[in-house]
């Protein structure tokens, strides 16, 4: 085992440091502190005493991590990031426990980014520059601003809009797409001076009989509905007014999908993770579910349907 490297102008008081971790110049490590293997710890940083710190990770210049943060393995935090631990902080007045702070493995923290206490910064989510994170970003998730609002999800690489349906199909019908299972169907759309219409019907447009739907609506635009998955539950998504994007993820493969006319939906069959952002103020999105209502049938927990999808 190679033990760390440690500078000579560095305060490093803990001995549960990695090998291969390298520390620079100025930082100060307290004596209980764990930091794992391989990791980068630039000059001018402090880690307090309940602070660990997977394997691979990367703090950049200027960054503090208070007593109750936790970070996973191969996790960028970029120059002057801020972390809190105590949402009312007093001089010389200790709370009893700090809040918990949580970036999961891959997260990554743009510079000058401010992270409030007691939130997660999810699995391989991306937190912009000069962001400030009030609530808990979703895995894969891309926050940005103040307070930080979700804009896009890491490697949904393909987005398909009015302008650009890329190889999905333009004709009516069903076209499959990159996740497993997930298709996107248009149909028929019948123009007249009375008004339009589009029609679908069940177990032949749509793949499935509809015990339920709902319908969301009234969403502030920087909301994000759905992240969840179903292990039983089919699911057809249509934006009947206004426009939504919907993010379909197998645990492999991830694709985004902009709903913004009515003769437009995406079909989601079970071990599905979905979620649905950006939705226009006017937006109205209708759901069909091929079963009734049952709580033990959802999956809210992006880890815990990772290890569903490959038990």
Not at 92 to 112: K, M, N
Not at 274 to 300: C, H, M, N
């Amino acid at each position: 085992m190679t033990a760390p490297i440690i500078h000579a102008l560095s305060d490093v008081q803990s001995s549960r440091i990695g090998a291969r971790t390298r520390i620079w110049q100025y930082v100060v490590v307290l004596p209980d502190a764990r930091i794992g293997e391989d990791c980068n710890i630039c000059a001018l940083c402090l880690i307090e005493n309940d602070v660990i710190i997977g394997n691979r990770t990367t703090l950049k210049s200027g960054v503090q991590l208070w007593d109750g943060v936790r970070v996973g393995h191969d996790v960028y935090v970029g120059p002057n990031v801020s972390f809190t631990n105590d949402r009312f902080p007093r001089s010389r007045q200790r709370p009893a426990e700090f809040l918990r702070t949580t970036l999961e493995d891959g997260a990554s923290i743009g510079a000058g980014a401010v992270i409030l206490p007691g939130v997660t910064v999810g699995r391989n989510s991306m937190v912009g520059a000069g962001a400030v994170v009030t609530r808990s970003v979703p895995p894969n998730a891309i926050a940005v601003g103040n307070p930080a609002r979700i804009i896009g999800y890491a490697d949904a690489e393909r987005r398909c809009s009015q302008q650009d349906f890329s190889d999905l199909s333009e004709e009516v019908g069903a076209t499959a797409t990159h996740v497993n299972g997930v298709t996107y169907h248009r149909f028929p759309r019948i123009e007249d001076m009375r008004g339009n219409l589009s029609v679908g019907e069940f177990q032949r447009s749509v793949p499935f009989v509809a015990k339920r739907y709902f319908l969301v609506f009234d969403v502030p635009s920087t909301q994000t509905r759905g992240e969840h998955a179903h292990r039983q539950c089919h699911q057809f998504l249509i934006c009947v007014r206004g426009a939504c994007s919907v993010v379909a993820d197998d645990g492999e493969h991830r694709q985004e999908f902009l709903l913004d006319r009515p003769e437009i939906g995406v079909y989601l069959p079970p071990m599905i993770w979905g979620t649905q952002y950006k939705y226009t103020s006017e937006a109205v999105l209708l759901v069909f579910a091929s079963d009734y209502y049952d709580p033990d049938d959802y999956i809210r927990d992006y880890q815990q349907f990772l290890k569903e999808v490959y038990l």
